[in-house]
C-alpha cells in the first residue's frame, strides 16, 4: 500500500487502497429527480445515512438543493434549515466522512461548522469565496463540470468535443483551485453526467474517462439512475435503474475513478467489491 492510497486531512481519510469507493447520497430535498421528499424528514435522513455508512459507503453527501434538469434554486437559510440538523445528528452517530453538496459558500460554511469535512461543489469553486472557504478549512473539494444553469442545462447542450472541452474546463478549475492554496491532493474532478449533456455526451465521456484520470487529478463520477440509463434501458422510474447503473458504476471503477456517487450502496458496494477485484 502506497501512501498515495490513502487521503487524509484534520477532518476525514479516504482510503483508496482497494480501488474506487462509494459517495452515498442523502438528498434532503422535496423535490430530487430520484428520491425527492424520501428524505425531507430529519430522522428519515439520519437513519439512511447511517444506513449507507454501515453498508459500506465512504462518504455520505448530504443535498439540500436539487439540481435536476427544470430546477429552481434554493434560499440560503432554507438550504441551512434542511442539511444542518441531519449533518449534526449524522456526526455524532457515524464516522464516515460528510460532504456538503452545495454551490453556495454560507451553506458550506455552516455544514463544515457542524461537522462536515468535504464540499461537493457542481460550480467548481466559481466564487472566490467558497474557494476561499476550502483553502482555509482544508478540505477536500470536488468540482463538477456542466453546461448552463439546472433550470435550462438540458435545452439542446451542444458541443464540438465533449471530452477535450469538459477536460480543459475542470483542469483549468482544479489549478484555479491550486491558486487559492488548495492542496493538489485534495481536488477531485467530476464530468458532471447528465448536467448539460446528452445521452451521446454522456456516453462519450464515459467512454473516455481514462483521460480524466490520467490528467492527474482524483475523479468522481456520478451516474445513478441517471435519464441516459433510462433512455438506453427503456426504465422509466429511475429506482429501477439499478441494473444499469451498475454497469457503469463496473466501467468507472475500472476506468480508475475514485469515487462514484451512488443512490444504492449496498448493491453498488457488492459491485465496486467486484470491479476492484478485477481492475
Not at 487521503?7 to 482510503?15: C, Q
Not at 454501515?54 to 432554507?78: L, N, Q, W
Not at 451516474?223 to 451498475?246: M, N, W, Y
Request: hydrophobic share 45%; aromatic share 4%; with cysteine.
Amino acid at each position: 500500500m502506497s501512501k498515495t492510497d490513502i487521503l487524509t486531512w484534520p477532518g476525514g481519510r479516504l482510503d483508496f487502497s482497494a480501488g474506487c469507493v462509494a459517495m452515498g447520497v442523502l438528498n434532503v430535498t422535496p423535490d430530487s429527480f430520484s428520491d425527492g421528499g424520501e428524505f425531507l424528514d430529519a430522522d428519515k435522513a439520519v437513519a439512511h445515512g447511517v444506513g449507507m455508512a454501515r453498508a459500506g459507503a465512504a462518504i455520505i453527501d448530504v443535498g439540500a438543493e436539487s439540481s435536476r434538469p427544470g430546477s429552481e434554486p434554493v434560499s440560503t437559510d432554507e438550504q441551512k434549515k434542511r442539511a444542518i440538523p441531519v449533518i449534526e445528528r449524522l456526526v455524532g452517530k457515524i464516522d464516515t466522512p460528510i460532504s456538503i453538496d452545495t454551490t453556495d459558500a454560507a451553506v458550506a460554511k455552516a455544514a463544515l461548522d457542524a461537522g462536515a469535512a468535504m464540499i461537493n461543489d457542481i460550480g467548481a469553486l466559481a466564487g472566490d469565496d467558497m474557494a476561499e472557504l476550502a483553502a482555509e478549512r482544508k478540505v477536500p473539494v470536488v468540482l463538477m463540470h456542466k453546461q448552463g444553469e439546472p433550470a435550462t442545462m438540458q435545452v439542446e447542450p451542444q458541443y464540438d468535443d465533449v471530452v477535450a472541452e469538459v477536460l480543459d474546463f475542470l483542469t483549468g478549475r482544479a489549478k484555479r483551485a491550486q491558486g487559492f492554496g488548495i492542496k493538489k491532493e485534495l481536488i477531485f474532478i467530476d464530468p458532471g453526467i447528465g448536467f448539460g449533456k446528452t445521452t451521446g455526451h454522456n456516453l462519450e465521456l464515459l467512454r473516455n474517462l481514462d483521460k480524466f484520470v490520467a490528467g492527474g487529478y482524483r475523479v468522481l463520477v456520478g451516474v445513478s439512475r441517471k435519464r441516459f440509463i433510462g433512455e438506453l434501458t427503456g426504465k422509466t422510474k429511475p429506482a429501477e435503474r439499478i441494473f444499469g447503473t451498475a454497469a457503469s458504476v463496473a466501467l468507472a471503477a475500472g476506468a480508475g475513478v475514485s469515487i462514484v456517487r451512488v443512490h444504492d450502496v449496498p448493491q453498488m458496494i457488492d459491485v465496486l467489491n467486484v470491479a476492484n477485484s478485477i481492475s
